[in-house]
């Protein structure tokens, strides 16, 4: 780069454009996802009332996902722990990631792909919300958390990429299904963050208005 060249008129290694060309290709690769997630706004309204609902008969927030997924459920169980929002009300929720001496346990004994599935069974309880995380679609682990936390009669909420994979088969692992669709998995990352950061805000609009949650709910 020579003095007073316009960074944005270097050219990409491996690239003939600019990497201005660059970063425009980068935000045009996000444009349909976007649009696809905005597309899902009565599904995203949905999945937050039936929360806010299991939140105010006294349930708990459960969320999990492996890998960088892992991360997005601590960042999920967090916010509502411990709202960035000054004055919006903490409401319960644990990451079933934290654990490692849990994990790795169920994982040498009974399998990794129970390691959710097994704590829901001996952790969660009827009245809670299982919030499972999966870039793909196809986390075994992450599916067989759904199932179970269904067959115990959790509400079940599911952030999946793509075509959501496994999420969407015959056994309809759970009651709202959110997609990212993009095969990018950095995309996928993204609009997954921004789904549940609108869950988050949703959940709190209905607190602030409970009557929209129907009679007989509230604590």
């Not at 169980?77 to 903490?90: C, L, Q, S, T, Y």
């Not at 999946?160 to 990018?184: C, K, N, P, Q, R």
């Not at 990352?189 to 409970?210: A, G, N, R, S």
Request: hydrophobic content about 50%; some cysteine.
């Amino acid at each position: 780069m020579t003095a007073g060249q316009d960074v944005t008129e270097l050219a990409v290694p491996g690239d003939p454009g600019t990497a201005q060309d660059a970063v425009a290709a980068a935000f045009a690769r996000r444009t349909e996802p976007v649009r696809q997630l905005a597309g899902q706004a009565a599904g995203i309204a949905a999945a937050a009332h039936a929360m806010a609902v299991r939140f105010h008969q006294g349930g708990k927030l459960v969320v999990f996902g492996m890998g960088a997924a892992s991360t997005d459920a601590q960042h999920v169980a967090v916010e509502f722990v411990h709202p960035v929002i000054v004055g919006k009300r903490a409401l319960p929720a644990i990451s079933l990631t934290c654990d490692v001496a849990t994990l790795t346990a169920i994982a040498a004994t009974v399998g990794v792909p129970s390691v959710f599935a097994y704590q829901i069974e001996h952790l969660a309880d009827p009245a809670d919300i299982a919030f499972g995380i999966s870039p793909d679609g196809n986390c075994e682990s992450v599916l067989a958390g759904l199932r179970a936390a269904r067959s115990a009669g959790l509400l079940t909420v599911a952030l999946a990429g793509g075509a959501a994979g496994g999420l969407i088969g015959a056994e309809h692992a759970a009651d709202h299904l959110l997609t990212a669709a993009s095969s990018d998995p950095r995309v996928v990352k993204e609009m997954q963050v921004t789904t549940y950061h609108i869950l988050w805000e949703l959940v709190h609009v209905f607190f602030e208005q409970p009557a929209v949650l129907g009679p007989g709910v509230l604590r």
